[in-house]
């Protein structure tokens, strides 16, 4: 008997067809079909549920999503499917910051300004970030997280809010000289719980007073919110670079200009928080502290080298030019006061007082270390930067988002460029990707090799021999006793960063870091 074909085909098709349609409907329901093994969705949803596919979605129309979620989207890239195992690693290098995104606006303004309207003050405009222009609540992401850092310096120009802040920190400066270091507040033969006491330690102060001289111990210390970091930067111990990559953080795309007075940036300094943020800040455990150290000789001669080497004005204060020894000893008068000094009109800064130059001004004193390390969940080594920033920046979960990614360019630092570098292109050589992962071998002031290769243009670290005298190397290290004592005990660790409780208990066993 003969069969007729188009029933079989009938017969076959229409269970292979229930089939088809069983097996759709259950992939489809199942979430877990459309992400890869490390759950990263091949679909990328915004906030408001459209759904995106990176083949059809152009560079032009990305959307602004949350920072964790950004990706970079080409209308040249491949179709990702489930089951393309090839192209998971070319996908997951879509995941981008906001910082790398396409620029397509080439313009600078005044934050928040609403319009194209440039401030006229240098390296204050933020460049090619349209949200910085138009979007009021730029550089914070919730009215919340506003409402807690942004404080308005409108009155702090009016005399009768500015004069009492400046009386009460030179009253404090010069009432409370710096003392040597005990490490920590609390001892063993106190067992009482004990509040933390920050009467004598002066904060706030570069609100009013500035970044020179007098402006206390906190004046570089940056807040990263999204990571709760609080960041004790000090100078010459790598700080532009912390601002930079903070300012990447934020989604600036000229995240590579000179950083230390633009608007965005300014928001997030300790210092400019209300006294009862700053103190919860520094009391709760949500927020790690954390602090880099540097040889102190070579911190020493890089800011000599930097802020007063062939140069008629060093910094903001008129100085003559002095030879490396003539500097060793201007630091070394001890006939003279912070008070006494500010009596003589404009800062000189002489000695060693809290109205000498951050650049140089001890790094115990920056932050409160001299006694309040044990509060520190992190201190890490310059001379091991780059896997002490690794470490750090995956402890407050920064790396993966941002870390990571990190990258700059060889643009020509002139002109307008270094107020508005642009961001770096794909076809631009790089420096390097990965903040502070720099891999070129180098010897550091102790002779010993490091990975980090920091290139800064004064190469302090080379310079050693060239300038230090045996004389004037012991004179700096009486000088900076207690920047050695905490340097000395940070070079003990094998992987360049340690606790602040460590350290604290190595350099005074009676403090209790419990």
């Excluded at 085909?9 to 759709?24: D, E, R």
């Excluded at 596919?53 to 950004?70: C, F, G, I, N, W």
């Excluded at 401030?119 to 970030?129: A, P, V």
């Excluded at 900076?480 to 940070?490: I, P, T, V």
């Amino acid at each position: 008997m003969r069969v007729n074909k188009t029933v079989v085909v009938v017969c076959l098709g229409i269970p292979l067809l229930i089939m088809w349609l069983i097996t759709y409907l259950i992939i489809c329901s199942d979430d877990t079909y459309w992400t890869d093994i490390d759950s990263i969705p091949l679909l990328i949803r915004s906030t408001e549920g459209a759904i995106y596919d990176y083949a059809v979605t152009s560079s032009k129309e990305a959307l602004r999503l949350p920072l964790h979620e950004q990706v970079i989207l080409s209308s040249s890239s491949p179709v990702v499917t489930a089951t393309d195992e090839a192209h998971t690693t070319e996908k997951k290098a879509l995941f981008l910051p906001q910082a790398l995104q396409p620029v397509t606006y080439n313009y600078c303004c005044k934050m928040g300004s609403g319009n194209v309207q440039p401030t006229g003050i240098k390296c204050k405009d933020i460049c090619f970030t349209q949200e910085a222009c138009t979007n009021e609540l730029y550089p914070f992401t919730s009215k919340q997280e506003k409402q807690f850092f942004y404080q308005s310096r409108k009155k702090w120009k009016l005399p009768k809010w500015r004069r009492p802040s400046i009386d009460e920190c030179v009253r404090i400066m010069s009432e409370t000289p710096p003392q040597p270091a005990r490490w920590c507040q609390q001892q063993q033969h106190n067992k009482l719980q004990q509040d933390m006491n920050v009467t004598n330690i002066p904060m706030g102060c570069s609100m009013v007073m500035g970044m020179g001289g007098m402006s206390g111990p906190f004046d570089r210390t940056i807040l990263f919110p999204e990571g709760k970091l609080a960041f004790c930067g000090i100078p010459k111990v790598g700080i532009s670079a912390w601002l930079q990559f903070h300012r990447f953080t934020l989604g600036a795309k000229d995240y590579q200009s000179v950083p230390h007075n633009k608007d965005d940036l300014r928001n997030f300094r300790f210092d400019r928080l209300s006294d009862m943020n700053r103190r919860h800040i520094l009391e709760s455990d949500e927020w790690t502290k954390a602090v880099f150290l540097r040889n102190p000789a070579e911190r020493f001669l890089s800011a000599y080298l930097d802020k007063v080497e062939n140069s008629e004005l060093s910094w903001l204060r008129a100085m003559p030019n002095m030879t490396f020894a003539e500097f060793v000893n201007f630091v070394d008068d001890h006939n003279v006061t912070c008070q006494e000094d500010r009596s003589q009109g404009p800062l000189t800064q002489v000695g060693m007082t809290w109205c000498m130059d951050p650049h140089w001004r001890p790094q115990t004193w920056s932050c409160g270390l001299w006694e309040l390390l044990p509060h520190f969940d992190f201190v890490g080594s310059l001379d091991s930067a780059d896997r002490a920033t690794k470490a750090l920046l995956k402890q407050v979960n920064l790396w993966d988002s941002y870390g990571k990614y990190y990258i700059t360019s060889k643009y020509s630092a002139i002109g307008n460029k270094i107020c508005k570098t642009p961001p770096p292109l794909p076809v631009i050589t790089t420096e390097h990707q990965g903040f502070q992962q720099y891999d070129v071998p180098i010897t550091n002031a102790t002779g010993t090799t490091r990975l980090y290769g920091h290139r800064h243009k004064k190469n302090s670290s080379g310079k050693m021999k060239e300038y230090y005298t045996e004389e004037l190397l012991k004179k700096v290290e009486r000088l900076y006793a207690d920047d050695y004592k905490l340097w000395n005990a940070l070079s003990k660790s094998k992987v360049g960063w340690l606790s602040g409780k460590k350290i604290a208990a190595m350099l005074n066993p009676t403090c209790v870091v419990d």
